[in-house]
């Protein structure tokens, strides 16, 4: 078993009087698809929310290869190699398809003012386009390079997003929703090319809905239900798992 | 070339514009090119989606620092000119910290009450702001002679000259800026914050930097300013200015470097020159009302939507292999 990549150590999260996030612990293996699965309202997103930084958690804390990461600016954890996505089309609506990934290239060619000003930074510019447009060929959107980002269709945006991420070189992406408002080809298309980044060496953290995806893609599934950790196992096991079945089946109101 | 060759032109009628005015018209023009500078460093703010109120006083710092440390230090004049840029640029950086914990609306208003405090502070303090009457017996800029051309700073039209040069390379400064990687993550903090940051971007660390350059340029604009009219005050940067640069930027469009240009030009010109030949002086502020009413509710988009509009048919292509190139 390789060691964790990320580790979530007994977090919680609480909102006034509201726990989003009671005590939970679970480990992400390094270079490993990890499905973080649950009815909606159980704590995915803002799970996603304190690991990559935007909120701090209320107690306990996350580790990136030991290092602890949780309290950090987002920009902050994103420098060491955990980048995200989000849900919905979160993208530069404004700026064309490339600058999008340009700006995913932020970390690995930080622009300097003083190197645009008197014009020698030709080479960083040249090569941050250059691992821009690997990015945009990754995810099948060269051809689409000067369109506005606003005005792809759904299934591209998703991907664009994705790209986004990609284009920084992360070694951990949290995925929230990759699937949502795909169709079945789209989605077949996407999990090919997570497999693809996976075996490039990044690991993969995702939050989804789309159970057919989940089952198809993880290696590994955390369950969680009302902010705890419900079960943990491979597919198979979480399948079969008389708690997770209950939560989706029995208790809660939406089959998520 | 055809775009050089159109520079040059342009450059040329810019310096020949001034001997085809009258005395009062030169004037006006130089602090026109003064306030072209003005909009252009307040674009460079709006860049990062943040509108400020306390712009025109950042300029006032520029301003009287520039006019202070020509008149107490006995510095150079020019030397003391980017000395108060960088002045209001340091202000603006001490400012950056409470302001910067605010945005949208409440940086607006934040902005405001930050500019009225320093505003407060020059009228407060008689030595050495010279309190209400403000600073007066500013030093003139020294005459000068650089072969082709002495320059006379009695004269308007040398004045215009030596703005002219300072506000161009100003402005393609800030040209260099924003088409470079730095601008384009500029447009990334303003059009999601959160997604720049997620991409590793310190969004408070270049809405700074935005802030920080703007009230720089701004700076120098209100140098240029004092050294020119020779004695300001605190209210010659009042609330009253500012809302002239807000309607500048939002009648000319802020979608391209030119927008709030234009929109200073073309009102400036429209109220100081066209409005006052045609004999409207008691009318003049409220057909002005009235433009900037009609011109925000027909051109929503500005006035650089007009240009945009005529050139997009003809160089679309053009233009789309331009800003690639631009990219690189």
Known sequence: MSPPVLEIDDLTMRFGGLTAIDRLSFKVERGAIHGLIGPNGAGKTTTFNVVSGFYK???GEVRLRGETISGLRMYEVARRGVVRTFQHSTLFAELTVLENVLIGTHMSFPPNIFAAMAGVDKANRRAARARAEEALDFFGLAGLADELAGDLPHGHQRAL????????RPDVVLLDEPFTGMNPEETRRMMELMVKLRDTGVTILLVEHDMHAIMGLCDRITCMSFGRLLAEGNPQEIRHHPDVIEAYLGGARHVA | MAKFAALFGFGAILLALPHALSFSQQEILVFLTINVLLVASYRLLTLTGEWSLGHVVIMG???????????????????????????AAMIALALSFPLFRMKGFYFLIGSFAAGEIIRLLWKRFRDPFGGPKGLKKIDPMPDFDIGIYAFDFFEPVSYYYFALAVVGVSLW???????SPVGLTFHAVHWQDRLAEASGVNVRAYRTLAFVLASGFAGLSGALLAHYIGTINPNSFDVEQMVFVLTWTIVGGTATFYGPILGCVVLTVLNEIVLREAGFEQMRPLIYGLILILSVLFMPKGLESLVRGAFSGRNAR????????AME
């Open chain 1, 57 to 59: 958690p209320t107690g």
């Open chain 1, 161 to 168: 997003g994705m790209a986004v991420a990609l284009a920084a």
């Open chain 2, 61 to 87: 710092v520029g301003a009287y620092a520039s006019a202070l440390l020509s008149k107490r230090l006995g510095i150079y004049v020019p030397v003391a000119m980017l000395l108060g840029a960088v002045t």
């Open chain 2, 173 to 179: 400064v800030m040209w260099r800026i924003e088409r």
């Open chain 2, 318 to 325: 053009k233009n789309k292999a331009g800003e690639t190139k």
